[in-house]
Each structure stands twice: as structure tokens, then as C-alpha cells.
């Protein structure tokens, strides 16, 4: 380094302590980012990459960013993954001998976020820790804006763990004693075990961190030595840990949970189109996170779950009330984050009276459910601290409406200081005697052009152009600053009162900031009311969703058994009829149970709505676990403790896992992990392989969770031969997807009853897609060959090689194709598509794009 300049050499000092980050260099009013750093942010935040001398023989790569504009970069490089470390200035250049000292006060992660602008309101930023102890793995999963923390063991592999910890969407990963690299979508940090300290978590969460195991205390310890090396600062606001046993919770894989689209559409990854979406009634940021911890981790207590369905129950039966409830709920901010910010000194002045006009927020809230009779509710209400003393203390201190700055001054309220009153007395009465010195020299000059102005290299001056200039007094105007038109005169009385302003608002501003420094301590020590009040507002804010959806859409109180029971009348896929929304949905009835209707074997071809019935029960039974009311006539529900689905069909070409073999996969998963109280959706299975192979596998899968798991199963299948397993093997039921043909065309029912279908309608379903029309008569001419012929699925190679061979062969002469470039074109893109993975309106618009293309073949 020696050849480089001071500067330099400062830098890459610092740089060598954060190799993995970005370097936000202070120089002035920029960050600047050098060498390596620069080429990559150049590129990914598009700004302009330049050079700087620093002493080498060439220049060397710099890019910088405006400091007042830095956070959307560095949000941008978050979004990306990647880390930044913020290096400051930490003297005034104006007192530095030498190169003036920088550190770095924080290195901000994806999963170490703090401030509102780089997070979604209602979704919670996630890290997740995972270490292993004694045979255990221990998951703990902080949020650093709220300042939860929750912490749990599992017994078993890696696996269960990382799937454990996936649930929480972290945006970020740390690992303590693990060995070789993961895989992951999300930045991974490893951290060794010796680099732990075992007390950390005894210091940070004292008589808590007594309950926790030696995994737990691995995993929350790990977090804790993450976020103080990246973070350089107290974490008094993460005082809440909570302890939990996953088994609480309904369990879903991530297949499962994606499969079903609770939280983010499958194709678009957006929230419009899932769950969330369609419950998402809530009026406050820290409602809408509960929310969707709820519908990610639905519970399996019977009795916790009656407890909430009692309270919406209330609600939706009150419009008034809920009206009142959403009006008070409106006015209040997200206390989580602000109480994080406070606390970890982020907070301006705008915060603290967003806290204030959020607790004001607070009686009449309460005592709206106080006044109910629901228990729920007004529990809630009993456990709510008004933070009457906060509120009385922020009106005192902070003015209404002050600036975003906390060294701008005009924050603090007149009355209380004694001696900020008296500085803002003294800059006041100077500027009063100021404004009244333009006229008063006026009328002792005679010359009423002049004027008294201010500027900040100059200060406080009576400006006279030069035409008037015989008209100064003598000997008592000092001549200050020559202009061109004009000269600049300042006078001793004037000197005086410039002082006695200058000094007055100079200390005004560093008094101010003090005393705001003050208060946002005080109001910092009262973080765990504000986050107790945080969790009962959420709770009655999700509540009240929950009934606001449920009397808007219809929904019925689902009744919770224990006897193994799934049945619903007129039941409704609730996002799906949400989408339709004028269009009327066709309801359908389920019937299951552990004994006679274990297994419901769904026949019916592709577009029948088969899937969309599997979704639709799975979706109904979250709803429930959740505490909400379910799209039905009546549904009487038995508590289910895990969902496990194998629908649609995709490759995992980062495994090198082949279609059939992620099937496989994750059918077996389903297989080892089910218990008689969980609901198996299977659709397809065996498909990806021979007809025997696929038929026998679908079958020995049927036989199984019949003999061995006793859960309740959609099995959807288009081997027809399967539905003899109704006769066969008590608990299997066909239901089929109700098709009708009408003028030779196929027509959609959308509806299950019982029985199975009569036949897979596929050539119809091919012929809504306009294939070629001689692809189609040639598919019937084989069907109807097959079918005189009494040909079983076993035989079907036999009978086609029959088939061909002579009709086939007058074909194959044929020097040309007998189809346009138009339609091969089709029917290309036809072979390719993937039907698991296409939605409905995407299907339509490939059909009007076929037919367009047929068009042009004529």
C-alpha cells in the first residue's frame, strides 16, 4: 500500500476488515466506493464509474453516491443480496491533523434492515439461525425492525431445519458450525463455533433464556453475534423471545405452502391472487405481518382456535362496531417499528409524534371492546397500556408538525425548557429589532431604497446602491462588501444584535437536538409496553379482518370435531371465486372421514377443475386453523396437523432431479411424515413413467396411506383402471369431475359427484386447443381401434403398433408434411407446454394466439 496515498491507504485498511461488503466510503457530501467495489456497483446500481489518482500508476476505479440520497442505493444492493458497509467520518476535518479518522459504524444485510423505506409495511424481514447441539437443531428467526425473536429445536436431519426455517421467508441465512457449503436462494454467512459467546444470550434475555435448550441457545446466540458485529450498537428494543414447539402448528412443506399459493401467487410471485390477499382487510402494518404469520403457522389447539372464531363471530355480527374498531385502527401507526427505531436511535422527531397520535389512538379503542361480550375481546382490551404518561410526556415535549431533520431545530415545544425559551426569546427579539432597523435607517437617511438583508458568508448588512451612496452617514456605516450596482454597510449596533442572533440560534439547534436526544432515551425506556401494546392491537386488527371477509363474502363458522370428520356443503375455492367475482362460482360438497370415505379417488379430464377442488379443501381447512370463517354452506372440520400436497409437475435441474424423480421425492415425503390426522392431496402420481410402472406405483401408494397412514387423501388419477380400488379396498371412494358432450364439443361442469368418469375426454380437451384437425381424426381412429380391440392398458403398445402399421405407412410416403408451417409451428409449442404450469387465463390467451396462427395456414 505504500504507494498510494494517505487517503487510500485508509480505505483499503478498512476494506480489509469487510472483504465481503460494499465499502460506502464518506469523502465530504458523497460516499464513494473504489477498486472492485466500484466496477460491481457501477453495474448493478447503473451510475457513472470514473477515476481517481490515489498514487499508483493508473487511476484507480471510483463511483460514488450523494449521502442524502445513499439509502435508495443501498436498499437497491440489499434487494440484490449483497452487504454495505457505512464508513463515516468520525472527527471534523477542520480539527484532523492528517487524513481525517473514518469507521465503520454499521454494516447494514438483508436481514439486518431497520429503517421503513427499505421494508414492506405488512411482511416481516427475516433472519434465520440454525445450529446444531446435542443431536438437536436449533431454529431461531429474529426481525430486527419489531425486535422479535422466536426460537425452537428439532430432532433430525439438516432438512427438517432448513424447512422449519424457510417458513419465516428469511432474507437472510447464519449458520454456526456448519459443514460444507448450502444451496440457497438467500446470502448465506457462516460463523464458526469458537467465535461464540455461550452468555450472550443470558445478558440479552436474562430469566427467558432459562427455558431454552442448548440448540435454541446455539441459534439465538449465533443471531446475537451476527447482528453485533454487523451492527456496533444496543439491541434494547430485542427483548422479546419467544419459545415454541413447532408441532403447535399445522406443518406444511415448502411445496405444500407454495402449492397452495397462501402467501404469493406460484407464477408472479405477487401477493395479489393468494390468500393474503383475499384476507388482507387489515388497517395496520403490524395487523397485516400477524396476518400472515397466522396463515403461515395456522394452529392445531382446538380451544385457541374456538376462542378466535367466537371473537370474528362477534364482530361480524356488529357492523357498527367493526366500523368503529377500523376507524380507530386507521389512526394508528406501526408501534413495532417505531418502537425499534426509537430504541435503536433511528427515530426523528415525526416518529415520536406519530407514537403520540397513535396512543391517543389507544382509549377509545379500548373501550370499544370492553363494551363487547365477546371474551376474546375483551381480554385483549384488560392487557392494553393506554401509556397515558408517554402521551402526557410527548405533548409536553415535541411541537406537532416538526421538520424530518433533528438538527434543523423547531422541534421542541415552547414551555419545556426554561432555557431554550430564553434563546428563542433573544433570536426573536433580534430579529424583531432587525426588521425594523430597514425603516428606521430609512427615515434617518432619507435614502428609501435601502434595505437590510442576511446571507450566510456575510451575515446581517444594510445593502445601498450606488446612486444613493453621497446620502451614507459618515463614521457610523462600515463598509462590509462592494458590489456592482451597489455597496454592503454594516454599523456597530448592528454587529451587536448579529452576535446576540448568531450565537442564540447556533445554540438554539445544539440545545434542541440535545434535549430531542433526551426524550427519545426516555420514551426508549418503555419499549416493552409499546411492543405488548403492538401484539393485542395486531391481534384485534387480524380479528377483525377476519370478519369484515367473512360477512362481505359469506362465509359460515366452520365447526370444529374431533372425530376425523372433513364435510363441507357448498363449499368455495375462496380466492378463486373472489378472481371471478360476477361470475358465479360452482360450489361443491365434500364427504370424508378415517374410516368408509378415507381416500377420495377424483377421475375427469384435464381443465375439469379437479386441482382447483384438492386446492379448495386444503385452503378451507387453513382458513379454520386460522380462526377465520370458510366460503361454505356449513363445514364441520377436524383439526388437521399437517398439509402435505404433490400437484403439478416441474423439474429441479439445480438437483439434477428429473420430473418423475421430484415426484417421487416428494411423494415419499408425504409417505414418511403423514399421521392419521393429516390431509394428503396427490395428483397424478406415476405419470412420468410407463403405463405399467406409473399404475402400479399409484396403486401401491393408495393401498399404503390406507393400510399404514390413515389420513384422509384427494387422490386425483387418469388411470380409469384405478377407480376398481372403490370395490377392492374399503375407504376408497371415486368422485369424478363432471364433463358433458354436447354437439361433439366438451363442456365444463366444474362439479364433483360421486362415480367415476366414463372416459378422459383428452381428444376433446385437444380439440379445444385446436390442434390440427388431422392430428384429431387420427387420434379417434386410434381410440376407436383401441377400444373394439378391448384393449387394457397393458396392451396398448401392442395394439398401436398394429394400428400403424399399414394406414401409418401411406403416410410416411407422403414427401412433405401434411400439415403447414403455421401448424407445425402450433403444434410445437403445443409438445412443450406445460399444463401444471399454466395458469387458466394463460392457456386462453395461447389458444386466440393458436387460432390466430391456424388462420394464417388457410
Not at 308 to 330: E, H, I, P, T
Not at 544 to 552: G, I, L
Not at 843 to 848: D, E, H, I, N, R
Amino acid at each position: 500500500m505504500a504507494q498510494y496515498t494517505p487517503m487510500i491507504q485508509q480505505y483499503l485498511a478498512i476494506k480489509r476488515d469487510y472483504p465481503d461488503t460494499f465499502l460506502f466510503f464518506r469523502l465530504g457530501d458523497f460516499y464513494e466506493l473504489f477498486f472492485e467495489d466500484a466496477v460491481v456497483a457501477s453495474r448493478e446500481l447503473e451510475i457513472t464509474l470514473t477515476g481517481r489518482e490515489g498514487g499508483g500508476e493508473e487511476k484507480i476505479p471510483m463511483c460514488g453516491v450523494p449521502h442524502h440520497s445513499a439509502d435508495a442505493y443501498i436498499a437497491e444492493l440489499l434487494k440484490k443480496g449483497y452487504k454495505v458497509a457505512v464508513c463515516e467520518q468520525v472527527e471534523d476535518p477542520k480539527e484532523a491533523k492528517g487524513v481525517v479518522r473514518r469507521e465503520v459504524t454499521r454494516v447494514i444485510t438483508p436481514g439486518t434492515m431497520m429503517e421503513g423505506k427499505w421494508l414492506s409495511d405488512k411482511e416481516n424481514n427475516y433472519m434465520v439461525a440454525i445450529a446444531q447441539a446435542e443431536g438437536s437443531m436449533g431454529v431461531a428467526a429474529c426481525d430486527m425492525s419489531t425486535g422479535e425473536m422466536y426460537v425452537t429445536s428439532l430432532i433430525g436431519r439438516r432438512e427438517a431445519a432448513l424447512d422449519e426455517a424457510m417458513q419465516y421467508h428469511p432474507k437472510e441465512l447464519v449458520l454456526s458450525g456448519w459443514a460444507g457449503e448450502l444451496k440457497s436462494d438467500v446470502p448465506v454467512t457462516y460463523i464458526e463455533d469458537t467465535e461464540l459467546d455461550g452468555l450472550a444470550v443470558d445478558r440479552q434475555y436474562g430469566n427467558d433464556a432459562r427455558e431454552l435448550d442448548l440448540a435454541m441457545r446455539k441459534a439465538v446466540n449465533t443471531l446475537l453475534h451476527y447482528i453485533g458485529v454487523t451492527q456496533k450498537r444496543s439491541l434494547s428494543h430485542m427483548l422479546l423471545i419467544k419459545r415454541y414447539d413447532a408441532k403447535q402448528y399445522l406443518q406444511m412443506d415448502g411445496f405444500s405452502r407454495r402449492n397452495l399459493e397462501l402467501t404469493e401467487t406460484i407464477r408472479d410471485k405477487s401477493k395479489k391472487g393468494s390468500l393474503l390477499w383475499l384476507l388482507d382487510r387489515t388497517e395496520t402494518a403490524m395487523g397485516g405481518r400477524l396476518l400472515r404469520r397466522w396463515i403461515e403457522r395456522p394452529l392445531v389447539n382446538k380451544s385457541e382456535l374456538e376462542a378466535r372464531l367466537d371473537a370474528v363471530s362477534y364482530l361480524k355480527g356488529d357492523m357498527l362496531l367493526r366500523s368503529d374498531l377500523r376507524n380507530c385502527l386507521d389512526q394508528v401507526y406501526d408501534l413495532e417499528r417505531l418502537a425499534g427505531r426509537i430504541s435503536y436511535g433511528n427515530a426523528n422527531a415525526r416518529d415520536l409524534v406519530q407514537l403520540r397520535h397513535s396512543l391517543e389512538t389507544i382509549p377509545m379503542l379500548k373501550r370499544l371492546l370492553l363494551e363487547t361480550d365477546a371474551p376474546v375481546l375483551k381480554e385483549l382490551a384488560a392487557g392494553m397500556d393506554e401509556c397515558a404518561d408517554i402521551v402526557t410526556y410527548l405533548q409536553a415535549a415535541l411541537v406537532d408538525d416538526p421538520p424530518i431533520s433533528v438538527r434543523e431545530g423547531g422541534l421542541i415545544r415552547t414551555g419545556y425548557d426554561e432555557y431554550l425559551d430564553k434563546l428563542h426569546t433573544a433570536s426573536r427579539e433580534g430579529k424583531t429589532w432587525i426588521a425594523q432597523l430597514e425603516q428606521t435607517e430609512r427615515e434617518a437617511t432619507g435614502i428609501r431604497s435601502l434595505k437590510v438583508g442576511y446571507n450566510k458568508v456575510f451575515g446581517y448588512y444594510i445593502e445601498v446602491s450606488r446612486a444613493n451612496l453621497a446620502n451614507v452617514p459618515a463614521g457610523r456605516y462600515e463598509r462590509k462588501q462592494t458590489l456592482a450596482n451597489a455597496e454592503r454597510f454594516i454599523t456597530p449596533e448592528l454587529k451587536e444584535k448579529e452576535a446576540l442572533i448568531l450565537e442564540a440560534e447556533e445554540k438554539l439547534i445544539e440545545l434542541e437536538y440535545q434535549l430531542f436526544v433526551q426524550i427519545r432515551n426516555e420514551v426508549a425506556a418503555h419499549i416493552p409496553r409499546l411492543q405488548s401494546l403492538a401484539e393485542r392491537v395486531a391481534a384485534i386488527d387480524v380479528l377483525q379482518a377476519f370478519a369484515t371477509v367473512s360477512d362481505e363474502r359469506g362465509y359460515v363458522r366452520p365447526e370444529l370435531v374431533t372425530t376425523g370428520e372433513c364435510v363441507i356443503t357448498d363449499g368455495r375455492h375462496p380466492v378463486v371465486e373472489a378472481v371471478l367475482e360476477r361470475e358465479k362460482y360452482v360450489a361443491n360438497d365434500v364427504h370424508m372421514n378415517q374410516t368408509d370415505r378415507q381416500i377420495l379417488l377424483i377421475t375427469g379430464p384435464n381443465m375439469a377443475g379437479k386441482s382447483t377442488y384438492m386446492r379448495q379443501i386444503a385452503l378451507l381447512v387453513v382458513m379454520a386453523q386460522i380462526g377465520c370463517f370458510v366460503p361454505a354452506k356449513a363445514a364441520r372440520l377436524s383439526l388437521v396437523d399437517q398439509i402435505f400436497t404433490r400437484i403439478g409437475a416441474a423439474d429441479d435441474l439445480a438437483s439434477g432431479h428429473s420430473t418423475f424423480m421430484v415426484e417421487m421425492l416428494e411423494t415419499r415425503h408425504a409417505l414418511q411424515k403423514a399421521t392419521a390426522q393429516s390431509l394428503i392431496l396427490l395428483d397424478e402420481i406415476g405419470r412420468g413413467t410407463s403405463t405399467y410402472d406409473g399404475m402400479a406405483l399409484a396403486q401401491a401408494v393408495i393401498e399404503y396411506i390406507r393400510q399404514k397412514i390413515g389420513a384422509k387423501t384427494l387422490f386425483s388419477t387418469h388411470y380409469h383402471e384405478l377407480t376398481g380400488l372403490e370395490e377392492s379396498l374399503t375407504g376408497v371412494v371415486n368422485v369424478n369431475a363432471r364433463c358433458e358432450e354436447r354437439a361433439g364439443k366438451l363442456l365444463f361442469l366444474h362439479k364433483i359427484e360421486p362415480g367415476r368418469a366414463d372416459k378422459s375426454y383428452g381428444i376433446h380437451v385437444a380439440e379445444l386447443a385446436e390442434m390440427p384437425q388431422q392430428v384429431i381424426e387420427r387420434a379417434r381412429e386410434i381410440l376407436a381401434g383401441l377400444e373394439s380391440a378391448g384393449t387394457t392398458a397393458g396392451d396398448v403398445q401392442m395394439s398401436l403398433e398394429t394400428l400403424w402399421s399399414a394406414p401409418v405407412a401411406a403416410v410416411r410416403e407422403e414427401p412433405k408434411s401434411l400439415l403447414s408451417p403455421e401448424e407445425e409451428q402450433v403444434l410445437s409449442e403445443l409438445r412443450e407446454l406445460d399444463l401444471n404450469q399454466t395458469t387458466p387465463m394463460d392457456a386462453m390467451l395461447k389458444l386466440f394466439h393458436w387460432k390466430q396462427q391456424m388462420k394464417k395456414s388457410k
